[in-house]
């Protein structure tokens, strides 16, 4: 069974970093594309972008100018930062896995973590 | 971009009557495209249907999907006690790649 966890710092200060890793049990790393998605309050998700082991990476463009993501296969885990945060970032962060077969949707999510931008 | 409109915004139903949600796309979308999720309070959200109409592994047959072109339509038959929940429409396109409406709460009357 593929299991996700995010973990990282659940404050953020305005104009900083937000940086999360999800670590991933139940599957290598190396086999799959994984994708970063957050919920705003009151609003659908919204899909962050993904990344490949080999490190290609695919952003949303109306985040592509803030958001990095990266792969440590040793650890099986993958990152997001997104800099220059403000309010508008507090969202729950979910990191899941891309249906392998068609790339369509994704099969396999992790819980959330609460990220607030506050000062 | 493709933008997803899910319908009602809220759904007031008891435990056996039949829910039907509506997920309405700007554009067309190909049907292989369209997906649902459900997402309960504190949980991931959960694959139920993919391709429009197929159901994801373990997810109940009271669970069927249809639709094509812009209109999408997610049925739960019987509606069970755990049932209620949010659930998500969301399409594959090119840019951003992955799209989502924004939500359906079913709630118990």
């Known amino acids: 069974q593929v299991q996700l966890q995010e973990s990282g710092p659940g404050l953020v200060k305005p104009s900083e970093t937000l940086s999360l890793t999800c670590t991933v049990s139940g599957a290598s790393i190396s086999s799959f594309y994984w994708s970063w998605i957050r919920q705003s309050p009151g609003k659908g998700p919204e899909w962050i972008g993904y990344i490949y082991y080999s490190g290609r990476t695919n952003y949303n463009p109306s985040l592509r100018s803030r958001v990095t993501m990266s792969v440590d296969s040793s650890e099986n885990q993958f990152s997001l930062r997104l800099s220059s945060v403000t309010a508008a970032d507090t969202a729950v962060y979910h990191c899941a896995r891309v249906e392998p077969n068609t790339a369509w949707y994704f099969d396999y999510w992790g819980r959330g973590t609460l990220v607030t931008v506050s000062s | 971009e493709i933008v997803l409109t899910q319908s009602p915004g809220t759904l007031s139903l008891s435990p056996g009557e039949r829910a039907t949600l509506s997920c309405r796309a700007s554009?067309?979308?190909?049907?292989?495209?369209l997906v649902w999720y459900q997402q309960k309070p504190g949980q991931a959200p959960r694959l139920l249907i993919y391709?429009?109409?197929s159901r994801a592994t373990g997810i109940a047959d009271r669970f069927s999907g249809s639709g094509s072109g812009t209109d999408f339509t997610l049925t739960i038959s019987r509606l069970e006690p755990e049932d209620f929940a949010v659930y998500y429409c969301q399409q594959y396109g090119s840019s951003p790649m992955y799209t989502f409406g924004q939500g359906t709460r079913l709630e118990i009357k």
């Open positions: 554009q067309s979308v190909s049907s292989s495209y």
């Open positions: 391709g429009a109409s």
